[in-house]
């Protein structure tokens, strides 16, 4: 029998042990009185216990976390570069039946609005805070040094995920990140702004603008996965696969938990990778062109509602061709490419189905906010006038006719092309608006189709709504579906104040006046104006446009009353310059406030990360050790050895047998280098552009044993991808020597990447098989060394860079 303590007692100990009481019992009620405004949420701070023995005391509470009680499942997905006259689902012409059907069951928002372009878009979305305060002005790649173009979000604009998963969900993020800045797309990091270290528990897919999606540069958390390589392999289809796992295995083993689930597929941006099946539905159904399909948008957009009785069709810009002008050629070429991004956007719409259709099969469907956002921009107008078979010709500024663009007609859309689109498809997918992606200043840049579904929670059904509205609105949105506050403090950082407003009273009041009244947009010198009903903008440089129109100061505004023009036709800035002024001013305001200015309209100098003052990982180094297994580094991150003379010198050790696979790579078949083995021949490739493979290979197999390779490329200089000779050296002594005639002057690839040992997305060569290159030997180390580029040889190469673009432009 076990003997009592007895002890004395005393008020002081009564309050003691009443103050315990209170302290065990408290939590159990608090749970729901949780104070959410500062996050994560801090544990109870329990008595330290005065008790021996564990069977004499009561454990408190277990302190857990979970979401607000009837918080809904959240899935946002978003579909990139489509927009507003594309979707069947809102008169386009492509089929999107999902879509549809996503719409006649909840509600067609008709006067949503994104940035006109993928990053802040993006950044926007998942914050609620406009993109500049996100540090995102830009896509990644052209950040610079001021406040709110570093491409850094900081830390005081904590994203949706993470004020989530801090209240209790489950976080994925699933396809596209373009929000982490490409200089920390390393395994050096930093990684605090990759995905699963912005709130997603799960991250698989891509960083970066695009990526092949036969053969994609892929990440799951915070590591690189083997590219897959099997026949029939796509991306969409895989990424839908890996979230419709996710998203069974939390409704599986936490079926009370909601999850959040962000869904943004690499789809319809370039390049244009589709299976043939799909392009085949398409097969003559473009063949009236642009103009026409623009005509024919509007009339079904007025018939479905999303567009006002009465709307007239903007013109077109002038750069773009009546189509009734092209020669026969050109429609053929050009009514393809169309064919092939029709056909990609059907394709995503389907896999996107497959999602829904899981989702029903966990009994999650009705309790699930569905924000289903056609695009992240306007159409993208990037492919130019004629369009192009690798996208990698336009950024290296060679142009493509189209009688060579012709010889890919039938691949097009496969894995031998990185295709994009002429720019007319874009106007004509921005129906009924004028302009495209990248044009802020424009609705034909910013109004992108919303449709959101919430069974449960939304009666109303197949409606349009026309609350005028922005992506920043989705997040205190979802806040309040999920009767959650806006949080004031995270992760220790007190928060800049969510910008956006809650659209949920616009769910069962089609006639609710707008709650969004002022809107800013910018990029890259396109900048305009929303407030209470007007709009105010200015065209400082198209797509194509290589150079801006005029000074910032100099631009011409335009003004519109959308609340009687919904396209944007009847410029208003002559007849009512009082308003016009009141707009600008406005304008001015917004861009002090939200950290736009200054404005930063410089083309070629942002590409460049010194002259822009934005972070370089390899800075002015003209050496670099690699070793084994060094794969996945992405041109950001690895040391430039265009347009300049270098070595890479390799120890290795060679098998019994001889030597097979790759030493070291960058880029891929549409253009990049290898140095590797091919029956034990140490041999170069320069693939220029996939057009023309150049090769320099030793006459015999070295033996088995250590071995020192020297590849040396002596560059003729003169500018930006100039040839040069390269010869290759065993042991010191030159075995071989060769002519490359051409050079990449300004990019490998904006998705693939340099390896150590592997080349591993599609091969630089022929000379080896796609994911099955590795080196049969051991590579000890590879050290790449560069020549310096002197003061008066760097002038000549941006002054040739320039020209290069501008032919571009000209051809264009």
């Not at 006002?308 to 050629?329: M, Q, R, V």
């Amino acid at each position: 029998m076990r003997r009592k303590a007895w002890v004395a007692v005393t008020p002081a100990l009564v309050c003691c042990c009443l103050g315990l009481s209170i302290a065990l019992v408290a939590p159990a009620r608090a749970q729901t009185e949780l104070d959410r405004t500062v996050l994560p949420i801090p544990e109870p701070n329990y008595p330290h216990s005065t008790v021996l023995d564990a069977r004499d005391a009561t454990p408190p509470p277990r302190f857990q976390i979970t979401a607000p009680k009837g918080a809904p499942n959240v899935m946002i997905v978003l579909i990139d570069d489509m927009g507003f006259g594309m979707s069947s689902s809102f008169g386009g012409p492509v089929h999107m039946p999902t879509a549809e059907r996503l719409a006649s069951q909840g509600l067609r928002y008709n006067q949503f609005h994104t940035t006109a372009l993928c990053s802040p878009s993006r950044t926007a979305l998942l914050s609620g805070r406009n993109h500049h305060m996100n540090n995102m002005g830009g896509i990644t790649e052209i950040a610079t040094a001021f406040p709110g173009n570093t491409g850094q979000r900081p830390d005081n604009v904590a994203p949706l995920a993470e004020m989530l998963r801090l209240n209790g969900y489950s976080t994925a993020m699933f396809g596209k990140n373009h929000e982490t800045a490409a200089w920390e797309v390393s395994p050096s990091g930093p990684t605090n702004r990759w995905p699963t270290r912005s709130g997603f528990d799960e991250f698989y897919g891509f960083i970066g603008g695009e990526t092949d999606q036969w053969a994609p540069s892929l990440y799951e958390g915070l590591s690189r996965v083997e590219t897959p390589h099997y026949p029939g392999y796509n991306f969409m289809t895989d990424m839908t696969n890996h979230a419709i796992a996710w998203m069974k295995f939390q409704k599986s083993l936490t079926p009370d938990k909601p999850f959040f689930m962000y869904f943004a597929p690499g789809a319809v941006h370039a390049p244009h990778h589709v299976p043939v099946e799909w392009i085949a539905k398409y097969k003559g159904k473009f063949d009236g062109g642009w103009d026409k399909m623009r005509e024919e948008t509007l009339a079904r957009q007025i018939a479905l509602g999303v567009v006002p009785p009465g709307t007239k069709l903007a013109p077109k810009p002038e750069a773009i061709k009546d189509w009734d002008k092209l020669t026969a050629d050109e429609k053929k070429l050009f009514a393809r490419q169309m064919e092939v991004y029709a056909g990609f956007g059907e394709y995503c719409d389907d896999e996107i189905g497959r999602l829904f259709e899981a989702l029903k099969e966990t009994g999650q469907f009705d309790n699930t906010l569905i924000f289903y956002i056609i695009g992240d921009n306007g159409t993208s107008a990037e492919g130019g006038m004629v369009g192009m078979f690798n996208e990698m010709t336009y950024f290296n500024g060679v142009s493509e006719t189209v009688q060579e663009q012709l010889k890919h007609y039938d691949e097009w859309g496969g894995p031998s092309t990185y295709p994009h689109m002429a720019a007319g498809w874009a106007v004509a997918g921005d129906t009924p608006f004028m302009w495209t992606k990248q044009i802020p200043s424009n609705y034909g840049g910013t109004r992108n189709p919303l449709i959101v579904s919430w069974p449960k929670h939304i009666t109303a059904t197949n409606e349009v709504r026309s609350q005028w509205h922005h992506l920043i609105d989705i997040a205190p949105t979802v806040l309040e579906a999920a009767h959650l506050p806006e949080p004031t403090s995270v992760n220790g950082t007190v928060q800049s104040p969510i910008e956006g407003v809650s659209m949920m009273y616009s769910f069962e009041n089609p006639k609710a006046p707008s709650t969004h009244k002022t809107q800013y947009f910018e990029i890259m010198g396109n900048r305009g104006i929303y407030h209470d009903g007007w709009f105010a903008g200015t065209i400082h440089r198209a797509p194509w446009e290589q150079q801006p129109r005029r000074k910032l100061q100099d631009d011409i505004w335009e003004l519109y009353d959308t609340r009687t023009d919904f396209s944007l036709v009847n410029d208003l800035a002559a007849k009512n310059p009082a308003k016009l002024k009141e707009m600008q001013d406005l304008f001015t305001e917004e861009a002090i406030r939200n950290r736009v200015l200054p404005i930063d309209d410089r083309v070629l100098e942002r590409v460049n990360a010194a002259t822009a003052g934005r972070p370089d990982l390899m800075g002015d180094r003209t050496s670099l050790t690699l070793y084994e297994g060094m794969v996945g580094m992405s041109e950001n991150v690895f040391i430039n050895i265009k347009n300049r003379s270098l070595s890479i010198t390799t120890d290795v050790q060679i098998p019994q047998g001889g030597a097979n696979g790759v030493i070291l790579a960058q880029g891929g078949r549409f253009g990049g280098w290898s140095l590797y083995f091919k029956d034990g021949k140490p041999t170069y490739c320069y693939n220029f552009l996939g057009l023309q493979e150049t090769k320099i290979s030793a006459p015999q197999a070295l033996p088995p044993g250590k071995a020192t390779i020297r590849m040396n490329f002596d560059y003729d200089g003169g500018g930006i991808g100039k040839g040069g000779t390269a010869s290759i050296l065993v042991n010191g002594a030159k075995v071989a020597a060769g002519r490359i005639e051409r050079t990449q002057g300004m990019v490998f690839s904006a998705d693939e990447t340099a390896g150590v040992g592997l080349d591993a997305a599609t091969p630089v060569t022929a000379d080896y098989k796609e994911g099955d290159n590795s080196f049969t030997g051991r590579i000890l180390k590879v050290v790449i060394d560069v020549k310096p580029m002197g003061v008066a040889e760097k002038a000549e190469a941006e002054n040739a860079q320039r020209e290069a673009m501008l032919k571009k432009a000209i051809s264009d």
